[in-house]
């Protein structure tokens, strides 16, 4: 039994099985913490795992992931599970399904694309399955990403 | 305001932003009634079915023959054309947005051309437009009308699309003519015969995506070895500036390179040609590049009619 090096929290989301290393990136693209919140975010990297070799876990307090959220985070980390956490127990646990398309993930990586420039737009990727992950296709200039979380790492 | 509302694709309207948007029976009937513009252009005429109708012509970059050709086609359907060439003195130079500018363009005509430096920009104005947008060249993106008016040459030199072989020789990295009519070609299970200029190859993913369309793709080191039971050359200009430093030179195409190429072997060229091919070749049987650009009419009719034809 390995002991983890971060207390458990009473109420909020742990973010579990995420890509070692990309964590940090996860954190901004979802906006945690959010800003000015006092609640606590713990960030643990490159955690010993069976399955992964290697994997970050996110802890953050009092709050719920929501479903937007969820949608981007299963575009960066398709194996992430998210543990909603209720008086210390998990009260539900998620492997959340990537949308069809998703937006405000990252800008586009295309400096040519028309998103990049003044334009009443948010960035928008197409999602299409590859092997165990996703990659994206920029839905206004069809650039390919092929790890969404190079955008974002 | 456009007789279907907004011009948004692929979801509906009549948009033209993307090959990728056109199944083959799209791409046919397009073709079917292009030819058919073709003999009334030899006759009395097309019918004047954008009398009445204004096209707004949003050109940010210079262009000669896509912007004369559409001018020429809305006016042959009985329709008015207003322009914005100069986009140093419109609103671009005020900063205003593409999207602002649209919607704004959007009250005053009943379609949209748009030519713009930015990849995607077609995608995003036919969003932003309550009528449809026709895109006429967006950046490094894409340049339907051009492709089709390809694919029409090459029906009507090869007889037929489906299973033609096409030798695609010069700069098929950067060049979007070529990615486009790749993916368009795709579908109708052509054989595909790449003869890059030095490293100037196609990008994987594109090659992968036109594998995935039905084409099936080889190389050759040069043009001439591409040839036997070829149905068309398709030669695209190489910049010089991307082939710097390569060692790579582009191979014009002579009399020479095509003396053991099949009789019925077509010559097309985007154009401008720029030393791609001899002028000697101009006289031969084999070339087709200046029907190709005179093709551009009878496509950019029957895309126009798509738009301003059914009015019920």
């Known amino acids: 039994m390995r002991e983890l090096k971060v207390t458990p929290i009473r109420n909020g989301t742990v973010i579990d099985h995420l890509p070692a290393g990309s964590a940090l990136g996860i954190c901004q693209v979802l906006g945690i913490p959010r800003p000015g919140s006092a609640s606590t975010v713990s960030v643990v990297m490159n955690v010993p795992s069976d399955a992964m070799g290697h994997k970050d876990i996110i802890k953050v307090e009092d709050r719920d992931l929501h479903e937007d959220a969820q949608q981007q985070l299963a575009v960066m980390a398709p194996n992430a599970t998210v543990n909603t956490i209720r008086d210390y127990h998990v009260s539900e646990k998620r492997t959340p399904e990537a ?12 400096p040519g694309c028309i998103t990049n420039d003044e334009e009443p737009v948010s960035s928008e990727f197409d999602v299409h399955r590859n092997g165990d992950g996703y990659e994206l296709s920029c839905a206004f200039c069809v650039e390919r990403i092929e790890d969404p979380i190079e955008l974002v790492g | 305001m456009s007789p279907d509302g907004r011009g948004d694709t692929p979801e509906g309207g009549r948009s033209l932003v993307s090959v990728r948007d056109l199944d083959r029976d799209r791409i046919d009937t397009i073709l079917d009634e292009a030819e058919r513009f073709q003999k009334a252009l030899d006759g009395d005429g097309p019918q004047q079915t954008a009398s009445n109708r ?9 262009s000669t023959r896509t912007r004369l050709s559409f001018e020429s086609a809305m006016q042959r359907l009985g329709g008015d054309t207003i322009t914005i060439s100069e986009a140093s003195a419109s609103s671009m130079a005020k900063g205003e947005s593409l999207a602002d500018t649209v919607r704004v363009v959007s009250g005053y005509a009943d379609a949209i051309v748009l030519r713009h430096p930015r990849q995607g920009s077609a995608r995003l104005a036919a969003r932003f437009a309550d009528v449809p947008v026709v895109n006429a060249g967006d950046g490094a993106g894409e340049h339907p009308t051009q492709t089709l008016t390809d694919l029409l040459t090459i029906r009507q030199a090869s ?7 096409v030798v695609v020789a010069g700069d098929l990295r950067y060049g979007r003519t070529v990615h486009s009519l790749g993916l368009a070609l795709g579908i109708y299970g052509a054989n595909l015969r790449l003869v890059p200029t030095g490293d100037l190859d196609l990008p994987a993913d594109l090659e992968e995506e036109i594998r995935s369309r039905g084409a099936s793709i080889e190389r050759a080191d040069a043009i001439g070895d591409a040839l036997p039971q070829a149905d068309i050359l398709y030669q695209t200009r190489v910049q010089e500036e991307r082939i710097e430093g390569t060692g790579a030179r582009p191979e014009t195409v002579t009399l020479e390179t095509l003396r053991e190429a099949p009789a019925g072997l077509k010559v097309m060229h985007p154009l401008p040609r720029v030393g791609g091919i001899d ?3 101009d006289d031969s049987d084999h070339a087709v590049y200046f029907e190709q650009a005179r093709n551009g009419l009878p496509i950019r009719l029957a895309v126009l009619n798509q738009i301003f034809g059914d009015r019920s």
């Open chain 1, 99 to 110: 949308p069809e398309t998703v937006k405000n993930l990252a800008a586009c990586p295309n």
């Open chain 2, 54 to 62: 204004v096209l707004a012509a949003l050109f940010y970059e210079p």
């Open chain 2, 159 to 165: 007889g037929s699309l489906e299973d033609a072989t």
């Open chain 2, 279 to 281: 002028p000697a070749v």
